[in-house]
T-cell receptor, first 113, second 112 residues
Framework: EAGVAQSPRYKIIEKRQSVAFWCNPI?????LYWYQQILGQGPKLLIQ????????DSQLPKDRFSAERLKGVDSTLKIQPAKLEDSAVYLC???????????FGSGTRLTVV | GNSVTQMEGPVTLSEEAFLTINCTYT??????LFWYVQYPGEGLQLLLK?????DKGSNKGFEATYRKETTSFHLEKGSVQVSDSAVYFC???????????FGGGTRLMVKP
Protein backbone atom coordinates (compact mmCIF):
# COMPACT_ATOMS: atom_id res chain seq x y z
CA GLU A 1 0.00 0.00 0.00
CA ALA A 2 1.42 3.36 -1.01
CA GLY A 3 1.79 5.83 1.85
CA VAL A 4 0.71 9.43 2.20
CA ALA A 5 2.62 11.51 -0.34
CA GLN A 6 3.62 15.09 0.31
CA SER A 7 5.50 17.64 -1.73
CA PRO A 8 7.74 19.47 -1.71
CA ARG A 9 10.00 17.98 0.97
CA TYR A 10 11.68 21.30 1.67
CA LYS A 11 10.83 24.93 0.94
CA ILE A 12 12.61 28.16 1.80
CA ILE A 13 10.79 31.45 1.24
CA GLU A 14 11.08 35.02 2.37
CA LYS A 15 8.56 36.50 4.77
CA ARG A 16 5.46 37.94 3.13
CA GLN A 17 5.76 35.50 0.22
CA SER A 18 3.18 32.81 -0.40
CA VAL A 19 3.67 29.04 -0.42
CA ALA A 20 1.58 25.95 -1.10
CA PHE A 21 1.94 22.35 0.03
CA TRP A 22 0.37 19.32 -1.57
CA CYS A 23 -0.82 16.06 -0.06
CA ASN A 24 -2.05 12.86 -1.69
CA PRO A 25 -3.60 10.55 0.92
CA ILE A 26 -3.80 6.78 0.84
CA UNK A 27 -6.35 5.67 -1.73
CA UNK A 28 -9.81 5.36 -0.21
CA UNK A 29 -9.00 7.22 3.00
CA UNK A 30 -11.91 9.56 3.66
CA UNK A 31 -10.37 11.62 6.45
CA LEU A 32 -7.39 13.93 5.87
CA TYR A 33 -5.54 16.05 8.40
CA TRP A 34 -2.95 18.84 8.24
CA TYR A 35 -0.71 19.28 11.27
CA GLN A 36 1.95 21.91 12.00
CA GLN A 37 5.05 20.75 13.89
CA ILE A 38 7.28 23.55 15.14
CA LEU A 39 10.83 22.48 15.98
CA GLY A 40 10.99 20.89 19.42
CA GLN A 41 7.21 20.65 19.81
CA GLY A 42 4.53 18.08 19.15
CA PRO A 43 2.34 18.37 16.06
CA LYS A 44 -0.72 20.62 16.28
CA LEU A 45 -3.84 20.08 14.20
CA LEU A 46 -4.56 22.82 11.68
CA ILE A 47 -7.51 21.37 9.77
CA GLN A 48 -9.40 18.10 9.32
CA UNK A 49 -11.38 17.08 6.25
CA UNK A 50 -13.96 14.32 5.90
CA UNK A 51 -14.13 13.66 2.15
CA UNK A 52 -14.21 17.22 0.76
CA UNK A 53 -15.90 18.84 3.78
CA UNK A 54 -14.16 20.58 6.68
CA UNK A 55 -14.72 18.88 10.05
CA UNK A 56 -12.50 21.08 12.23
CA ASP A 57 -10.51 24.19 11.32
CA SER A 58 -10.69 25.91 14.68
CA GLN A 59 -6.89 26.15 14.99
CA LEU A 60 -6.23 27.29 11.43
CA PRO A 61 -5.06 30.95 11.27
CA LYS A 62 -7.59 31.86 8.63
CA ASP A 63 -6.19 35.32 7.99
CA ARG A 64 -3.20 33.73 6.27
CA PHE A 65 -3.77 29.98 6.00
CA SER A 66 -6.21 28.25 3.68
CA ALA A 67 -6.76 24.64 2.71
CA GLU A 68 -8.92 22.76 0.29
CA ARG A 69 -9.59 19.18 -0.66
CA LEU A 70 -11.07 19.09 -4.11
CA LYS A 71 -13.06 15.97 -5.02
CA GLY A 72 -12.28 14.48 -1.61
CA VAL A 73 -8.84 13.21 -2.60
CA ASP A 74 -5.75 15.45 -2.84
CA SER A 75 -5.39 18.47 -0.61
CA THR A 76 -3.43 21.70 -0.69
CA LEU A 77 -2.47 23.94 2.20
CA LYS A 78 -1.54 27.55 1.42
CA ILE A 79 0.07 30.28 3.46
CA GLN A 80 -0.21 33.86 2.24
CA PRO A 81 1.62 35.93 3.38
CA ALA A 82 4.13 33.86 5.36
CA LYS A 83 5.59 35.00 8.66
CA LEU A 84 8.82 33.95 10.35
CA GLU A 85 6.85 31.99 12.97
CA ASP A 86 5.36 29.80 10.23
CA SER A 87 8.70 27.98 9.96
CA ALA A 88 7.79 24.38 10.78
CA VAL A 89 7.19 20.94 9.34
CA TYR A 90 3.73 20.58 7.83
CA LEU A 91 2.44 17.04 8.16
CA CYS A 92 -0.41 15.50 6.26
CA UNK A 93 -2.15 12.38 7.53
CA UNK A 94 -5.08 10.28 6.41
CA UNK A 95 -7.33 7.61 7.87
CA UNK A 96 -9.97 5.27 6.47
CA UNK A 97 -12.81 6.47 8.65
CA UNK A 98 -12.97 9.09 11.39
CA UNK A 99 -12.26 6.52 14.10
CA UNK A 100 -9.45 4.82 12.19
CA UNK A 101 -5.71 4.87 12.73
CA UNK A 102 -3.64 7.56 11.13
CA UNK A 103 -0.94 7.28 8.49
CA PHE A 104 1.37 10.28 8.33
CA GLY A 105 3.34 11.57 5.37
CA SER A 106 7.00 12.54 5.68
CA GLY A 107 6.11 16.22 5.85
CA THR A 108 7.19 19.46 4.19
CA ARG A 109 9.84 21.44 6.04
CA LEU A 110 9.17 25.18 5.58
CA THR A 111 11.77 27.79 6.45
CA VAL A 112 10.71 31.43 6.34
CA VAL A 113 13.62 33.88 6.28
CA GLY B 1 -9.10 21.32 27.26
CA ASN B 2 -7.07 18.24 26.44
CA SER B 3 -3.33 18.20 27.02
CA VAL B 4 -0.44 15.73 27.12
CA THR B 5 2.75 16.17 29.14
CA GLN B 6 5.90 14.16 28.48
CA MET B 7 9.24 14.08 30.21
CA GLU B 8 11.74 16.35 28.53
CA GLY B 9 14.68 14.88 26.71
CA PRO B 10 17.06 14.03 25.50
CA VAL B 11 17.16 10.67 27.20
CA THR B 12 20.55 9.05 26.65
CA LEU B 13 20.96 5.34 27.36
CA SER B 14 23.44 2.62 26.65
CA GLU B 15 22.40 -0.32 24.51
CA GLU B 16 20.41 -2.97 26.44
CA ALA B 17 19.40 -0.50 29.16
CA PHE B 18 15.82 -0.26 30.45
CA LEU B 19 13.73 2.59 29.06
CA THR B 20 10.90 4.55 30.63
CA ILE B 21 9.41 7.67 29.07
CA ASN B 22 6.75 9.25 31.25
CA CYS B 23 3.48 10.55 29.81
CA THR B 24 0.51 12.03 31.66
CA TYR B 25 -2.63 13.51 30.22
CA THR B 26 -5.56 15.77 31.00
CA UNK B 27 -8.82 15.06 29.25
CA UNK B 28 -12.53 14.78 29.80
CA UNK B 29 -14.15 11.41 29.39
CA UNK B 30 -12.25 8.39 28.17
CA UNK B 31 -9.72 9.19 25.47
CA UNK B 32 -7.71 6.72 23.46
CA LEU B 33 -3.95 6.93 24.07
CA PHE B 34 -1.10 6.51 21.61
CA TRP B 35 2.66 6.47 21.29
CA TYR B 36 4.10 7.62 17.97
CA VAL B 37 7.76 7.41 16.93
CA GLN B 38 9.60 9.68 14.52
CA TYR B 39 12.90 8.38 13.16
CA PRO B 40 15.35 10.92 11.69
CA GLY B 41 14.11 12.25 8.36
CA GLU B 42 10.90 10.24 8.46
CA GLY B 43 7.25 10.83 9.25
CA LEU B 44 5.41 9.87 12.40
CA GLN B 45 4.63 6.16 12.81
CA LEU B 46 2.15 4.66 15.21
CA LEU B 47 4.06 2.56 17.75
CA LEU B 48 1.22 1.35 20.00
CA LYS B 49 -2.14 2.34 21.36
CA UNK B 50 -4.68 1.62 24.09
CA UNK B 51 -8.34 2.50 23.91
CA UNK B 52 -9.62 1.89 27.45
CA UNK B 53 -8.46 1.82 31.06
CA UNK B 54 -6.03 -0.98 31.99
CA ASP B 55 -5.41 -1.87 28.35
CA LYS B 56 -1.77 -2.56 27.52
CA GLY B 57 -0.47 -1.63 24.08
CA SER B 58 2.66 -3.35 22.84
CA ASN B 59 4.81 -3.44 19.71
CA LYS B 60 8.48 -4.10 18.87
CA GLY B 61 9.31 -4.76 22.53
CA PHE B 62 7.75 -1.49 23.67
CA GLU B 63 4.72 -1.44 25.94
CA ALA B 64 2.50 1.05 27.75
CA THR B 65 -0.47 0.60 30.08
CA TYR B 66 -3.47 2.94 30.17
CA ARG B 67 -3.74 4.00 33.83
CA LYS B 68 -6.86 6.05 34.39
CA GLU B 69 -6.33 6.46 38.12
CA THR B 70 -3.02 8.23 37.52
CA THR B 71 -3.93 9.57 34.04
CA SER B 72 -0.70 8.12 32.70
CA PHE B 73 0.53 6.11 29.73
CA HIS B 74 4.26 5.56 30.34
CA LEU B 75 6.32 3.95 27.58
CA GLU B 76 8.71 1.14 28.57
CA LYS B 77 11.16 -1.20 26.90
CA GLY B 78 13.28 -3.76 28.67
CA SER B 79 16.37 -3.57 26.47
CA VAL B 80 16.89 -0.70 24.03
CA GLN B 81 18.89 -0.90 20.82
CA VAL B 82 20.77 1.75 18.87
CA SER B 83 18.06 1.51 16.23
CA ASP B 84 15.49 2.75 18.78
CA SER B 85 17.08 6.22 18.69
CA ALA B 86 14.24 8.53 17.66
CA VAL B 87 11.75 11.05 19.00
CA TYR B 88 8.76 9.57 20.81
CA PHE B 89 5.41 11.35 21.06
CA CYS B 90 2.57 10.55 23.41
CA UNK B 91 -0.89 11.52 22.14
CA UNK B 92 -4.58 11.22 22.90
CA UNK B 93 -7.77 11.39 20.93
CA UNK B 94 -11.45 11.40 21.60
CA UNK B 95 -13.94 9.63 19.44
CA UNK B 96 -15.36 12.88 18.15
CA UNK B 97 -13.40 13.61 15.01
CA UNK B 98 -10.42 11.55 16.06
CA UNK B 99 -8.25 14.67 16.38
CA UNK B 100 -4.89 13.87 18.02
CA UNK B 101 -3.44 16.02 20.80
CA PHE B 102 0.31 15.46 21.09
CA GLY B 103 2.84 15.93 23.84
CA GLY B 104 6.05 17.80 23.13
CA GLY B 105 8.07 14.71 22.27
CA THR B 106 11.04 13.03 23.96
CA ARG B 107 14.26 12.40 22.07
CA LEU B 108 15.89 9.06 22.85
CA MET B 109 19.56 8.51 22.06
CA VAL B 110 20.94 5.00 22.47
CA LYS B 111 24.72 4.58 22.44
CA PRO B 112 26.48 1.31 21.59
Amino acid sequence: EAGVAQSPRYKIIEKRQSVAFWCNPISGHATLYWYQQILGQGPKLLIQFQNNGVVDDSQLPKDRFSAERLKGVDSTLKIQPAKLEDSAVYLCASSLVQEGGYTFGSGTRLTVV
Amino acid sequence: GNSVTQMEGPVTLSEEAFLTINCTYTATGYPSLFWYVQYPGEGLQLLLKATKADDKGSNKGFEATYRKETTSFHLEKGSVQVSDSAVYFCALSHNAGNMLTFGGGTRLMVKP
